[in-house]
């Protein structure tokens, strides 16, 4: 197992409940499992759309105060009459609230390069935050897939090289499409987050180790890229630690893929990584 592990991928939505949970809940059992799985730290990302079963990001914000095990990044809203207001996106930034812009590509009907988003992407580079970016599979029969192809991430890394962007899911089912993007382009990274829902079958994660491992040979250095995520809830995060250590990395590799990367990335305080434990 690698020095530490951070989670660049939870969400506090409530995705299987038929009625909402107070966000606090979640937050509890986040940190619960944070610490059965051995999670030093968590990237939480807020929806592209508030409702009763997805906090806003002011709400997430606040109740995330007193958790310095986690950070967070603010989904954008922009489509449809309720778009995020960028100057207050920009005012959480700037103080720190935030740490980086997440896009839904596809889910909110829009591809990734839209000329539209050069406002959003401008933010980023001014403040040094990372761009994710949802590609590949939706969890939504709405969502327009291809809007989503990890492709599209090649045209907004060349035009802006100043900015940093997050393929979240590898691009998943366009595996090799993803590694020419990130092979090609310094500033894309990606993780390995909600490639299933739940559980994986044995199959199926035969089957995506065997694709992650094409990718890492592919790409020759894949401790520089890829970070650890999971997706949860929408996913459990024991099977994601387990795929984790079946993707023969060298020592150096896991610990880059594992946290490193995504301490230099998200800016996260790496003396504080691990303090939970002895706590």
Same mark, same amino acid.
């Given at each position: 197992?690698?020095?530490?592990?951070?989670?660049?991928?939870?969400?506090?939505?409530?995705?299987?409940?038929?009625?909402?949970?107070?966000?606090?809940?979640?937050?509890?059992?986040?940190?619960?499992?944070?610490? +059965?799985?051995?999670?030093?730290?968590?990237?939480?990302?807020?929806?592209? @759309?508030?409702?009763?079963?997805?906090?806003?990001?002011?709400?997430?914000?606040?109740?995330?105060?007193?958790?310095?095990?986690?950070?967070?990044?603010?989904?954008?809203?922009?489509?449809?009459?309720?778009?995020?207001?960028?100057?207050?996106? +920009?005012?959480?930034?700037?103080?720190?609230?935030?740490?980086?812009?997440?896009?839904?590509?596809?889910?909110?009907?829009?591809?990734?390069?839209?000329?539209?988003?050069?406002?959003?992407?401008?933010?980023?580079?001014?403040?040094?935050?990372?761009?994710?970016?949802?590609?590949?599979?939706?969890?939504?029969?709405?969502?327009?897939?291809?809007?989503?192809?990890?492709?599209?991430?090649?045209?907004?890394?060349?035009?802006?090289?100043?900015?940093?962007?997050?393929?979240?899911?590898?691009?998943?089912?366009?595996?090799?499409?993803?590694?020419?993007?990130?092979?090609?382009?310094?500033? /894309?990274?990606?993780?390995?987050?909600?490639?299933?829902?739940?559980?994986?079958?044995?199959?199926?994660?035969?089957?995506?180790?065997?694709?992650?491992?094409?990718?890492?040979?592919?790409?020759?250095?894949?401790?520089?890229?890829?970070?650890?995520?999971?997706?949860?809830?929408?996913?459990?995060?024991?099977?994601?630690?387990?795929?984790?250590? +079946?993707?023969?990395?060298?020592?150096?590799?896991?610990?880059? /893929?594992?946290? @490193?990367?995504?301490?230099?990335?998200?800016?996260?305080? +790496?003396?504080?990584?691990?303090?939970?434990?002895?706590?």
């Amino acid at each position: 197992m690698p020095q530490f592990l951070i989670d660049v991928h939870v969400h506090l939505n409530n995705y299987h409940d038929t009625t909402g949970r107070p966000t606090v809940e979640n937050v509890r059992e986040l940190t619960s499992k944070m610490d +059965e799985i051995g999670i030093d730290h968590a990237v939480v990302i807020t929806s592209y @759309k508030v409702d009763m079963n997805r906090p806003s990001a002011e709400e997430v914000i606040e109740t995330l105060a007193e958790h310095p095990r986690m950070t967070v990044v603010e989904g954008l809203r922009w489509r449809g009459e309720f778009r995020t207001d960028l100057f207050s996106l +920009e005012e959480r930034i700037r103080d720190g609230l935030v740490k980086g812009i997440k896009l839904y590509p596809g889910y909110d009907h829009y591809a990734i390069n839209d000329p539209s988003l050069e406002t959003v992407f401008r933010i980023a580079a001014k403040y040094d935050v990372p761009v994710m970016i949802h590609t590949g599979d939706t969890y939504s029969k709405t969502a327009k897939v291809r809007m989503a192809h990890p492709l599209l991430v090649d045209d907004i890394a060349v035009d802006y090289p100043d900015v940093r962007f997050v393929m979240c899911h590898l691009g998943n089912p366009w595996f090799q499409d993803a590694a020419e993007v990130l092979y090609k382009n310094d500033n /894309v990274y990606a993780d390995i987050s909600g490639l299933t829902l739940g559980e994986f079958t044995y199959d199926f994660e035969k089957y995506v180790a065997m694709r992650l491992k094409d990718m890492i040979t592919y790409m020759g250095d894949p401790g520089r890229q890829i970070m650890y995520g999971s997706d949860w809830p929408l996913v459990h995060m024991k099977p994601y630690v387990k795929l984790l250590g +079946e993707l023969d990395f060298t020592e150096e590799q896991l610990e880059n /893929v594992a946290w @490193k990367t995504a301490v230099r990335l998200f800016k996260i305080d +790496e003396a504080s990584l691990g303090t939970w434990r002895t706590a």
